[in-house]
């Protein structure tokens, strides 16, 4: 374990040191602010429901940028070091494959994840102290669908990192496999597909395939839990699924995805040349 | 030690190591010399487990791949670029010593013996410092584990004449640990080993014994007599840290045994103003004056 947590403490001390970690965290920390005005407004007319729809459009743009910029950060750092020649050195060190590949999956972890979750709960204490009521069911659900969210896609990443020789081309898989992701959200491909009458199950299939998808309706789920704002698939599933059934989905379907990911890129990874 | 047996790699379809048979035993101080592609630093990798290969490493009986952990604790490395590390001085020893079990004091004081203070240095970040000091604290780092094996990779391409004085020193007091030393020219290396491995197309062409391989620490006073006084001259043996006297005529100093090829490579560029170069044979600890002096 000795050489695991060395890993975990190398990558978190090089991530908070990185520029992209402080763009990362100032993306974050931004949107709040700006939500939380709007969010403040909102809550002298309708109280409660306030704070709760900042956490909404909070997590629906984090939905958009924390895919991306999980991906491109991990691939560039992961096959940049080894492009660079840093593996070369790092692994003549005595530390097991597992305890190096996993140290820094998990370190990488903490610091995707933190500054999402901590910019919501400094929106939520912030909210808490002008008045608001506490949306304490809202805040551990969305908590528990961003760590599926971001380890996710952080498997993705050190999947595509083991796959690729290159950053280059492990920055053009990672844009483009979040591309195809996002062509198949519910308001996009999935509406095209009903309007030319494609079998539901397949329409279902292909929304609860997608990790962004499984997202966006679970987290929309807990403010619309009629998803009357959501499209056409996401109606198909709560008919199949029901509301707890589809948040249980919701949350362990995107890690199962991140974790195979991330194991498979751990067998590439240990397989090959190291560097 | 180590035993490559029929070891081959191939990248895409060339062939970079072709069948190679090797045994480094304990004792043997081995350059390993070849152009640029002969496939000396595939032959390293392989041997820190870092390359898929064809055919059988053993290092220590243990197969470095299956055997990460316990070969490498036994390997001090240091490659021929530095790796551009952004993380601070300190953190990089901190890693490393936690991965071989030392103290960060240990590596700090093999520092010390390189002329490096590392503590000052521990909030710098690697990538930032002169090749010299980047060479320096990977030396520290592979020496400071005592290692049963160092592999360098041209060690003494960034050293100044001093360092590579105390590295001999350092190697010299490890008594017979086995050491295997990349390099694309031999006279850069031939002081230090007493056995020369030469590849050429992943092959072995020449596997020979120096019969010169004398004691690392052996310093050799010197004295430079030349027929005029001369600025280049001055700088370039300002590096060997010789110091002048009748007028920058004459300039006397020491020289390490090892390092007496590279030092002779120096000087013969400034023949035409050399008038006499008297090189003597003493022990470290024994002043120039008493040494046998030959001419």
């Known amino acids: 374990m000795r050489g695991f947590w060395l890993a975990t403490r190398l990558d978190i001390s090089e991530s908070l040191r990185a520029r992209w970690f402080l763009f990362y965290s100032l993306v974050f920390g931004g949107i709040i602010v700006v939500l939380f005005l709007f969010g403040l407004t909102e809550s002298r007319v309708t109280g409660f429901t306030g704070l709760t729809r900042l956490l909404v459009t909070y997590i629906q743009l984090s939905m958009a940028i924390l895919p991306i910029f999980v991906l491109i950060t991990t691939v560039r750092s992961l096959a940049g070091d080894r492009e660079a020649g840093v593996y070369e050195y790092m692994l003549s060190q005595p530390v097991s494959l597992a305890a190096w590949y996993w140290g820094r999956f998990f370190g990488r972890f903490v ?3 933190s500054p999402v979750v901590l910019a919501m709960a400094v929106a939520v204490i912030w909210g808490v102290l002008r008045g608001a009521d506490v949306p304490v069911f809202h805040f551990v659900w969305y908590s528990l669908l961003l760590v599926s969210l971001s380890f996710c896609f952080l498997g993705l990443g050190f999947l595509i990192s083991s796959m690729t020789r290159s950053s280059d081309v492990a920055q053009s898989a990672a844009f483009f496999i979040w591309l195809i992701l996002l062509m198949f959200l519910d308001l996009i491909l999935l509406g095209v597909i009903i309007r030319g009458q494609a079998p539901s199950e397949l329409v279902v299939t292909l929304a609860l395939a997608n990790p962004l998808q499984v997202f966006r309706t679970a987290s929309m789920m807990l403010f619309d839990p009629q998803l009357i704002m959501l499209g056409p698939s996401a109606w198909l599933i709560l008919d199949a ?3 707890t059934g589809y948040l249980v989905w919701g949350f362990f379907y995107p890690i199962v995805i991140g974790l195979l990911a991330g194991v498979f890129g751990f067998w590439i990874f240990r397989r090959g040349d190291l560097v | 030690m180590i035993t490559l047996q029929n070891v081959s790699k191939k990248f895409r379809r060339a062939a970079v190591l072709d069948d190679l048979s090797l045994t480094l035993e304990r004792g043997d101080r081995v350059a390993l010399i070849g152009s640029n592609g002969a496939g000396k630093t595939t ?6 487990g870092q390359y898929d290969h064809q055919g059988m490493i053993t290092v220590n009986g243990l197969e470095p791949r299956n055997n990460r952990e316990t070969v490498l604790k036994t390997i001090g490395f240091v490659p021929q670029i530095a790796p551009p590390l952004k993380m601070p001085v300190g953190e990089l020893l901190r890693f490393c010593a936690g991965t071989t079990g030392i103290g960060v004091a240990d ?8 002329e490096i203070d590392l503590g000052a240095l521990a909030n710098r970040p690697f990538v930032k410092l002169s090749g010299g000091q980047k060479q320096k604290i990977l030396i520290a780092i592979a020496i400071a584990r005592k290692p049963d094996l ?9 050293l100044d004449p001093q360092a590579r004085q105390i590295l001999f020193d350092l190697l010299s007091e490890r008594g017979d640990l086995p050491v295997l030393i990349s ?3 031999l006279e850069e290396v031939a002081g230090l080993v007493n056995r020369i491995i030469e590849l050429d197309q992943g092959r072995v062409v020449l596997d020979d014994v120096v019969e010169d391989g004398g004691d690392l620490s052996e310093r050799l006073p010197c004295e430079v007599t030349l027929a005029r006084p001369d600025g280049a ?6 590096d060997w840290r010789f110091s002048p006297s009748n007028e920058d005529i004459v300039w006397t100093g020491e020289v390490a045994g090892a390092d007496r090829l590279r030092f002779f490579g120096v000087i013969a560029r400034y023949s035409g103003i050399i008038d006499g170069l008297e090189m003597g044979k003493t022990s470290r600890n024994l002043t120039s004056k008493g040494g046998d002096k030959n001419v």
Do not use: Q, W, Y
């Open chain 1, 111 to 113: 610091t995707v994840f």
């Open chain 1, 241 to 243: 699924f029901g509301s």
């Open chain 2, 43 to 48: 032959m390293i990798r392989c041997i820190l």
């Open chain 2, 107 to 114: 590596i700090e004081d093999i520092g010390k013996r390189l």
């Open chain 2, 150 to 158: 160092i592999i360098m990779d041209e060690p003494t391409a960034n």
């Open chain 2, 183 to 185: 390099s694309h020219r």
């Open chain 2, 233 to 238: 001259f001055a700088k370039a043996i300002a």
